[in-house]
């Protein structure tokens, strides 16, 4: 099925590339990529003699070897071809391991370079983290599992479904494996309201409208006393009846954006009203800790992310960094530069043995300079080292996750996406996934000492544009917004937003129009209520967007990023093409069902 001529290039590339051995004899980018914009997990590993990095570079479907002297510093590179898109090299005994996430797979490479053995280990493997001399974990996303096996026989593997719904990264901590929920998810649900002829759509029911309600059935609810803010134009027609988004706060009630109490008709008495049952919840697991000596026992910590994006762990501490999103609150002006959080996660009790592990943990939203963390570090002195790849800088925290005074975040090259400390721990080793560079930070120097360009497979066309998706302080006046606070890695966040605007105008309908009733298609009115986040992966060409179908094309997002982004000025229609040419070359994973051309 694989068979573009972008795989044939590829595989010829990777064949010349692998006989010379060297980076600096790589072919050219290829012009018909295939750019699955697979995010990686853990793409830098260190060896046990701390003389050999490996790095895993997604984008090109290889694994680097580099040699490291005495000093720290990189040497040259060796390339080996692995499977499709891997996401995590680790170092287990002599042997480099990595994880194939599109391939299903993991290959055994050899000291030398040499692929041992590859191993189908199931669907959609994510990372690998060996919990003993004799055995390893994977974490499966397709069906949220973890497969277990031992070192001398890979292919009985155990399998364990998890009570996450997006298992992705691994760490070690006190005799517990630690399991990041990529979509944790944040304690938010939609309420029916939008529903206004049931013999069409009968689910959910329409609990915003009822008489005995929190806001007696007025639809849309009021968020500002008994109006709206923004307010409402005085040239709107009347708003049509909409769901509403509520969300768990940490007492257990079910509050909208003006703290109304909605707890009765969600998880109450009367639950049966909005189509749920009484005692009805949503699971909130930042991170699951499962027993390495028992498997049967987890524990899951969370409440703090909406989206767990890097894990790390030393001897007494853990750490989680992502995002938070606040989608309770309506309205695209009350969220504008504000609509995520970037947070970090400390989590810093130690677990006794034979107990339940379930440590205190402790929130941080991180300074503008740190937007979108993609990975964490600790150091031999307790440091917390920082890669942030939405604002391409690498910072290190205290114990407290505070900055250290006198030790900025460094600009890197774009996109970090990876550290690795240095044996000695004095050097510092940054992935930059966007630009395709490997870096050498000396910490006693605080400064960037060494800096290897890698090849990349990717067309200049995808490096240009993919700045307008993920760089925060290219997206926003504040650096910490972007386009991928919501489309991470160009895809969703499994969350509705209520982005309307009670102070915005009609927009003529301009559809065709196609009804089973004598009532024409209205125009659209500007207060729209709660929607899910789409995909932008295979967008270009299917316009027009949004689940209303009220933007004719990319350009019309240009509001967006002073709106909503905040702002001060929007993209020109050269930056909306650079997005938009980006945007075109995403593309969705092989499936038995469906070719790489729709087809």
Not at 90 to 111: A, D, K, M
Not at 198 to 225: K, Q, S, T, Y
Not at 416 to 444: C, H, M, N, T
Not at 569 to 589: H, M, R, V, W
């Amino acid at each position: 099925m694989l068979t573009k001529p972008a795989l044939a290039s590829a595989a010829l590339s990777a064949q010349l590339l692998w006989a010379t051995a060297l980076i600096a004899a790589a072919p050219p980018p290829i012009d018909d990529y295939i750019n699955f914009e697979t995010p990686s997990v853990h793409a830098l590993a260190l060896s046990a003699d701390g003389r050999q990095l490996a790095l895993a570079h997604t984008a090109d479907s290889s694994v680097y070897l580099f040699a490291i002297n005495k000093d720290g510093e990189l040497g040259d590179g060796r390339r080996v071809p692995v499977g499709w898109e891997p996401t995590s090299v680790r170092f287990w005994g002599e042997r480099l391991w990595v994880v194939n996430h599109l391939s299903s797979s993991l290959n055994e490479i050899s000291p030398q370079g040499g692929v041992l053995r590859t191993i189908a280990i199931g669907q959609r493997p994510w990372d690998l983290l060996p919990t003993s001399s004799k055995r390893a974990c994977v974490t499966l996303d397709l069906y949220n599992e973890l497969a277990c096996f031992d070192a001398d026989r890979p292919l009985a593997v155990d399998r364990q479904s998890l009570p996450i719904g997006s298992p992705r990264g691994l760490a070690l901590w006190s005799k517990r494996l630690l399991i990041s929920n990529f979509h944790s998810g944040n304690t938010s649900t939609v309420i029916g309201g939008g529903i206004t002829d049931p013999r069409r759509l009968a689910f959910p029911p329409n609990v915003v409208n009822v008489e005995d309600g929190p806001h007696d059935g007025r639809n849309p609810p009021p968020n500002a006393g008994e109006g709206f803010q923004p307010p409402l134009a005085d040239d709107l027609p009347e708003p049509p009846p909409v769901g509403l988004i509520v969300r768990k706060d940490h007492q257990g009630r079910w509050l909208d954006d003006s703290d109304t109490d909605w707890t009765r008709w969600v998880s109450g008495e009367q639950a049966t009203e909005s189509g749920r049952i009484p005692g009805w919840d949503l699971v909130d697991h930042d991170v699951l800790l499962v027993n390495t000596d028992s498997s049967e026992e987890w524990n899951g910590l969370g409440g703090h992310l909406s989206t767990v994006m890097a894990i790390a762990s030393s001897a007494d501490r853990f750490a989680l960094a992502g995002l938070q999103a606040r989608n309770e609150i309506r309205f695209e002006p009350n969220l504008r530069g504000r609509f995520v959080e970037q947070r970090l996660v400390l989590g810093s009790a130690q677990c006794r043995a034979k107990r339940r592990c379930t440590p205190e943990l402790k929130a941080i939203v991180l300074a503008p300079e740190l937007s979108e963390v993609r990975a964490l570090q600790f150091g031999v002195d307790a440091q917390l080292y920082v890669a942030a790849r939405g604002s391409n800088r690498v910072g290190v925290l205290d114990t407290d996750g505070q900055p250290i005074k006198g030790k900025a975040p460094l600009r890197v090259a774009e996109g970090p996406e990876a550290l690795a400390l240095g044996s000695d721990g004095k050097q510092l080793y940054v992935w930059s996934r966007f630009a395709s560079k490997l870096s050498r930070i000396d910490l006693d120097q605080w400064q960037v000492a060494q800096t290897l360009t890698i090849y990349s497979p990717e067309p200049a066309s995808i490096r240009v544009g993919r700045r307008w998706l993920y760089d925060t302080e290219l997206g926003s006046d504040n650096g910490t917004q972007s386009c991928a606070g919501c489309h991470i890695d160009g895809r969703s966040d499994r969350l509705a937003w209520d982005l309307g605007d009670p102070s915005a105008v009609m927009k003529t309908f301009d559809q065709n129009c196609v009804t089973h009733t004598s009532v024409p298609c209205p125009d659209w009115h500007p207060m729209k209520g709660p929607m899910r986040t789409q995909s932008l992966v295979d967008v270009i060409g299917h316009e027009p967007f949004h689940w209303r179908g009220d933007r004719q094309g990319l350009h019309d997002f240009t509001r967006t990023f002073s709106d909503l982004h905040g702002r001060a000025e929007e993209p020109t229609a050269a930056q909306i093409d650079q997005l938009s040419d980006y945007l075109g070359s995403l593309s969705f994973p092989p499936n038995p069902f469906r070719e790489l051309d729709n087809g």
